[in-house]
């Protein structure tokens, strides 16, 4: 089984569609390993596993356990690492942070969200040998509303001037979040690195959803989440059935112990 490098997705720019999706545990990373190109260990997991409201109070320690089990049972994707909220204040703090996710973890990257404010930091990182994915359009750490991006002319022109500076500072890929469709196929025919949508149209040159959602698993669902089944239901109908088998003493049966 090959692993998959920089070089490859780079390739894969205008060529093949990149497949990418998230997972936060060992044995979900055995399974989208054998079908994506990256696996983000995102932060989103904050609200998917923890409950939480958002991923501003998702901290760097919680992040590392996750990464670490997912980046040991993946043994084909490219392993990308969220940094969390206010761990990249400026290039000093994000490098010292990067290097300690990169050691701790073995992933193959990290991602920073953020537009032409962080330029200078991703610059020094990718300088400094740490790989780094950008992530430009909603920003989930610092959005004040979950709203699509990319409406009015000024959003607009932020974005695009955004999506040229960060594709410029050495980034590998760059994820486009919940903007316009004509946006995005306007950043990705424009800038030289590949595109990774999410609710950002079939234009770019990859695509990611948090897989939780995709499955069925979340009780919210934006608009761009094309849920491929319904775990959630299913996870039910079957706990139910092991209650009743319970207090019925159908469960344990005489397979299930020891004599």
Do not use: M, P, R
């Given at each position: 089984m090959k692993k998959i490098t920089i070089k490859n997705i780079l390739s894969k720019k205008n060529k093949t569609p990149i497949v990418c999706l998230t997972a936060y545990s060992a044995i979900t990373a055995k399974i989208v390993?054998?079908?994506c190109d990256i696996i983000?260990?995102?932060d989103?997991?904050?609200m998917v596993l923890y409950g939480m409201k958002n991923t501003r109070?998702?901290?760097?320690?919680?992040m590392i356990l996750h990464a670490k089990a997912v980046k040991m049972f993946s043994r084909r994707s490219f392993v990308v690492f969220d940094m969390p909220y206010k761990t990249y204040t400026n290039k000093i703090t994000a490098y010292k942070n990067a290097k300690k996710v990169i050691k701790l973890t073995k992933c193959d990257a990290i991602k920073l969200e953020g537009g032409k404010e962080i330029v200078g930091t991703i610059k020094y990182l990718v300088k400094k040998g740490i790989p780094v994915m950008g992530h430009i359009g909603l920003l989930p750490q610092t959005s004040s509303n979950f709203k699509v991006k990319g409406k009015n002319t000024l959003q607009e022109k932020k974005i695009f001037?955004?999506?040229l500076e960060i594709s410029n500072s050495g980034v590998f890929a760059i994820v486009i979040e919940c903007v316009l469709e004509k946006l995005a196929k306007k950043i990705t025919k424009t800038i030289s690195v590949p595109t990774i949508g999410i609710g950002a149209s079939r234009y770019c040159d990859g695509q990611i959803l948090v897989t939780e959602d995709m499955l069925g698993l979340s009780e919210k669902y934006p608009k761009f989440v094309k849920r491929y089944t319904n775990l959630s239901s299913l996870m039910e109908k079957n706990v139910k059935k092991y209650m009743q088998d319970v207090k019925m003493r159908k469960f344990p049966?005489?397979?299930n112990i020891y004599r």
């Open positions: 390993d054998k079908y983000l260990v995102g989103s997991l904050g109070e998702v901290k760097i320690e919680t001037k955004d999506a049966s005489a397979k």
